[in-house]
């Protein structure tokens, strides 16, 4: 995560610099998520069944740093867009994996503590790379991000041996695989509860940063409410790894959901910079509950075999979640700003919905979920 975070802060400066319309640079970073979708979806599972799974993680890594070293000689508008569609295409081979990795790596009654742990260090890289990357864009100039994130990328091989070498089989056939998740009602339920928090969060990401610049409010202080959020969904990840055999995230998904709904809903009333780092941070404590407890949710409903595609499409239902949620929150702010929180209030609800549709008994224990090949 440190390692794309770090271009983060100054891709779009750089764009800019190199004289790009703001079309452009919207379109050149945008592409990257979509080609992470299809790599998500269909690339990660081909390849992790051909090569094994350490090799695409390896494959991942290398190929990103050729990626972003290659990204500050590309002299023409092509050459960027092409560097993108491929940094995401190759990008989107190792989440999956790594997804899949963590859970295969625990016995299911552990999972949420791992999963835990997972989204801390996550959280982690969220915090460091852009850190890292405006200082360096400030000191050394905006090329030396992606240097840096390049040999982050490179001394991230050096983990290469925790990843297991096996082929995930079973799963040569992406759309079988994917026909085989679906006759699991609850699985694309909770790829859906992935999309739905993501637009939401996309949303509060995209158009607070114009909110405050309207209210006064500075770029370092906009700055220091997004650091506060990272380092509470830090704390909230920390909190759940201590008492994840007490009380599993999955019990807090229905608070998560509603924090995540009315800290957005309620930005426009939050005209002060303390109101907002002080609504930021209490809500990102508590929404740290939801990437956690759908993460345990898919690996415990997940036949055996075919984790992989699984995760694929649950990390592609997160990037989908990032298209939607400035799309349709820059069309609700043509009428006014106020109206693109207020997408916050229909999108918990539907949340919601789908969270009664999952309650049940037996539709989310990754214990009693957790399948043989034979069921597969």
Sequence with gaps: ??????????????????????????????????????????????????????????????????????????????????????????????????????????????????????????????????????????????????????????????????????????????????????????????????????????????????HAAGGGLSPAQIGLIFTAGAVAFIIGQDILRRVGDRVPAERLLVPAFLARGISTAVVPLLPSFGALLVVNFLSSVVTAAIPQALSVRISGLAPRGHLIPAMGAFNASADLGFFIGPVLGGLAAAAGLQWAFLLAIPVTVLALGLLRATSGPGTHDPVENHRSEQDA
């Design 1 to 210: 995560m440190m390692s794309i975070m770090m271009t983060a802060p100054v891709i779009s400066l750089y764009l800019h610099a190199r004289g790009l319309p703001a079309a452009h640079i919207g379109a050149v970073i945008g592409i990257t998520s979509a080609a992470l979708v299809v790599a998500e979806v269909i690339l990660a599972v081909v390849v992790s069944s051909r090569i094994g799974r350490r090799a695409t993680v390896a494959a991942a890594l290398a190929g990103s740093a050729g990626m972003l070293g290659w990204f500050p000689f590309i002299g023409s508008l092509a050459g960027l867009y092409a560097n993108r569609v491929a940094f995401g295409a190759i990008r989107g081979l190792l989440w999956p994996v790594v997804f899949a990795e963590v859970a295969d790596s625990s016995p299911p009654d552990r999972r949420g503590v791992a999963f835990s742990i997972f989204w801390l260090y996550f959280g982690v890289g969220l915090l460091l790379g852009p850190a890292a990357g405006g200082l360096l864009g400030e000191r050394f100039g905006l090329q030396s991000p992606f240097y840096a994130a390049a040999a982050i990328s490179v001394l991230t091989l050096a983990g290469i041996r925790a990843i297991r070498p096996g082929h995930d089989t079973t799963v040569r056939r992406p759309m079988r695989s994917y026909g085989v998740l679906i006759r699991t009602p609850a699985i694309p339920v909770n790829w859906m509860l992935t999309v739905c928090n993501v637009v939401i969060f996309s949303i509060y990401l995209t158009f607070l940063p114009l």
